[in-house]
């Protein structure tokens, strides 16, 4: 069954519901119409009592809706639920997770309570992480490692390669002019290749990931972090992670086990930008070879005018500075325009972005490309430059 045949019968259930009838629908239909109730129909809740806080009766009700709609639309009734009717409580059982359907809200509520989760129910809780982990890797890695391998590798040619670095391919589309048909063959006036990668850490680019971990940045904490995992698996590529509220927190050297920089965030207090936007510019060493992705939506409880002093220091200095409003699949995110503005005045490109178009960002800013063409070709809106008060 088609989404568009699950959405008919949901709104058909629903409306037949609230008419108070029921003569029209089957048994599943009636089935149905009854589970959707007792989230979405007030009345019927304070009538019938609906799902309540008990665990084994939301377990069944999530049995039901699992049957009725496919995973993607179970995720959304999931979080609905949660919302409304206050179920995170439960979140503290462990028979209660495993009949959850994982995604990357139940993940952010998971990590922000970690630290009342008991014991019994972590293990549950870490398989839940794990399983959401996974499933962003699957999608996101391997296209993340080709599109920024692939920049890395275009940033580092060169016309003067040694033999084993020449790029044969790309050497004859390049020559293709000085094909000598007398001798059948091509005489190339200029070859193309690789240059000879460097250990040297001068020479290696430097990615650095500055997330804000307050509540509403949740699912941007999430993709951050994945992205972050991937990236720190090129050895051309050096990546940290500094995730941030009030207080700082450096994953850099847990990015091998995504699932425990996940378990290492807390979510939720204040925001102090300036304080991480200071703690990570005391981790630039080539200034021309870092690029600083602050992602924030820039809700400053701090001092916002040192916060702006910093962005255009590290600008100045010579990092690529580039502010994500937010990095996930949520629409258009809450920020302060104000701040925002400001930042895009200095030359930084300020935007949201989805998970599904940052390789291409970091592929485009790794090349040091004009990131407003980049976002106009990708129709993207980036914030408009505001005038100094």
């Known amino acids: 069954m088609s989404n568009a045949e699950h959405m008919r019968r949901w709104q058909l259930a629903v409306g037949i519901e609230q008419d108070g009838g029921n003569g029209s629908l089957s048994a599943s239909d009636l089935r149905l119409s009854q589970a959707l109730g007792a989230l979405y129909d007030v009345d019927s809740r304070k009538t019938k009592g609906g799902l309540g806080a008990s665990a084994p009766r939301v377990a069944r009700w999530l049995g039901d809706i699992r049957e009725f709609f496919p995973s993607n639309v179970v995720q959304v009734i999931q979080k609905d639920a949660f919302e409304r009717l206050n179920l995170k409580a439960l979140l503290m059982e462990p028979e209660f997770l495993e009949t959850l359907e994982p995604d990357v809200h139940l993940v952010a509520d998971l990590m922000a309570l970690r630290s009342a989760i008991p014991e019994k129910a972590k293990e549950a809780a870490r398989l839940v992480v794990s399983q959401v982990v996974t499933d962003l890797m699957r999608r996101l890695q391997h296209r993340t490692l080709e599109t920024v391998r692939g920049a890395l590798n275009r940033q580092k040619r060169t016309r003067r390669p040694r033999h084993s670095d020449i790029d044969w391919p790309r050497t004859i589309g390049a020559n293709l002019r000085h094909y000598q048909a007398a001798h059948k ?197 980036a914030v408009r430059p505001s005038n100094p008060p």
């Open 185 to 381: 063959t091509i005489v190339p006036e200029a070859l193309v290749g690789f240059a000879r990668r460097s250990n040297r850490r001068a020479d290696v680019d430097h990615v650095v990931l500055c997330v804000d971990q307050s509540g509403s940045m949740a699912p941007s904490v999430i993709f951050a972090s994945i992205f972050a995992a991937v990236m720190a698996s090129l050895p051309a590529l050096r990546t940290s992670l500094v995730c941030f509220d009030t207080a700082i927190i450096d994953l850099t050297d847990m990015l091998a086990d995504p699932v425990d920089v996940l378990f290492g965030v807390q979510l939720g207090g204040g925001t102090d930008i300036n304080g991480a936007l200071a703690y990570c510019e005391s981790k630039v060493e080539h200034p021309s070879k870092t690029h600083l992705i602050l992602i924030s939506d820039l809700f400053e409880g701090g001092n916002a005018r040192d916060m702006l002093a910093r962005v255009a220091q590290l600008k100045q200095s010579g990092v690529n500075v580039i502010v994500l409003l937010a990095l996930s699949d949520q629409g258009h995110p809450a920020y302060d325009t104000n701040h925002a503005g400001l930042i895009a005045s200095m030359d930084c490109p300020v935007f949201a972005c989805t998970p599904d178009q940052f390789p291409d960002l970091m592929a485009a800013a790794l090349q040091r490309q004009d990131l407003a063409q980049w976002l106009a070709a990708n129709e993207i809106a």
